[in-house]
C-alpha cells in the first residue's frame, strides 16, 4: 500500500507563472489535508478536502489560491500568480475519516519561486 | 486563542546522552497530542500520540512523551540518543472532534555531536 503521492518533489516557477501540486492520498483515503510550511516555521494548515468538497478552507490565502479533490485523480493545490513568498514547502496529508488518528503525511513539494 | 510552544529552536546533544525536547500548549479543552520527526528534505513521520488514558506514552525508535494537563505541556524524551535521531522535531495539537486539522509549533531542531 503506497503512501500519500505528492508530486512534483520540487517545482520551480516564475514569478506571475502558475503552479500546480498534486497529491495522491493513500488507497482508501477520501480526505485531504495541505500544509504549507514557510522557512524556518511549523507547518500551517491551509485547506481540508473530502471527495468533490471543500470542508474547511480557514488557512487558505484569500486570493491566488485553491484546491479541488475531484471524484477521479488526485487533489491539486493551485496557485495562480505566484509570488516569492509562496515559496516554501507544501505537504499533503491523508486520512480514511479517523481524522488524526489515522493522518499519514505525503513528503511534500518544494515550490521556488524566482 | 489555540497555540502550541516549542522554546528551543536548537538543541545539541552528545550521543549516548538523554534528551528532552520541550512543548507547550494554549487549547480550550484537553487536545490530543503529537510528535513528529522531519528530517532533512523528507515528509513528516508521526513519533507518538496521545487521546486519551496513560500519561505516559510510547513511540517509536526509543522516544516517549509525557502529558502534564496542570503544565500544558506534552515533552518529548529519549534516553540515549543516536546520531540518526539529528532531524527537526515538531510538537502539534489537534481538535478533540477529531479532524485532520492540526496546529504545530515551530520546531526544534536536534543536533548530535559524536
Known amino acids: 500500500n503506497a503512501g500519500v503521492m505528492q508530486n512534483p518533489r520540487h517545482l520551480v516557477r516564475r514569478r506571475g507563472q502558475e503552479a500546480r501540486l498534486r497529491c495522491s492520498p493513500m488507497?482508501?483515503?477520501?480526505?485531504v489535508y495541505w500544509y504549507r510550511q514557510l522557512p524556518e516555521e511549523g507547518l500551517k494548515f491551509m485547506v481540508y478536502?473530502?471527495?468533490?468538497?471543500?470542508?474547511?478552507e480557514s488557512g487558505m490565502p484569500k486570493e491566488r489560491f485553491s484546491a479541488e479533490f475531484p471524484k477521479e485523480g488526485p487533489s491539486i493545490l493551485r496557485i495562480q500568480q505566484v509570488v516569492r513568498g509562496d515559496s516554501a514547502a507544501y505537504f499533503c496529508?491523508?486520512?480514511?475519516?479517523?481524522?488524526?488518528?489515522?493522518?499519514?503525511f505525503g513528503s511534500g513539494t518544494q515550490l521556488s519561486v524566482l | 486563542a489555540q497555540s502550541v510552544t516549542q522554546p528551543d529552536i536548537h538543541i545539541t546533544v552528545s550521543e549516548g546522552a538523554s534528551l528532552e525536547l520541550r512543548c507547550n500548549y494554549s487549547?480550550?479543552?484537553?487536545?490530543?497530542l503529537f510528535w513528529y520527526v522531519q528530517s532533512p528534505g523528507q515528509g513528516l513521520q508521526l513519533l507518538l500520540k496521545?487521546?486519551?488514558?496513560?500519561?505516559l506514552v510510547q513511540g517509536i525508535k526509543g522516544f516517549e512523551a509525557e502529558f502534564k494537563r496542570s503544565q500544558s505541556s506534552f515533552n518529548l524524551r529519549k534516553p540515549s540518543v543516536h546520531w540518526s535521531d539529528a532531524a527537526e522535531y515538531f510538537c502539534?495539537?489537534?481538535?478533540?472532534?477529531?479532524?485532520?486539522?492540526?496546529?504545530f509549533g515551530q520546531g526544534t531542531t536536534l543536533q548530535v555531536k559524536p
Open positions: 488507497k482508501g483515503h477520501s480526505h
Open positions: 502539534a495539537v489537534g481538535d478533540p472532534s477529531n479532524t485532520g486539522k492540526l496546529i
Open positions: 496521545y487521546f486519551s488514558g496513560d500519561t
Open positions: 487549547y480550550g479543552a484537553t487536545p490530543y
Open positions: 478536502l473530502q471527495k468533490e468538497n471543500i470542508i474547511d
Open positions: 496529508a491523508s486520512s480514511p475519516g479517523e481524522g488524526a488518528r489515522k493522518l499519514f
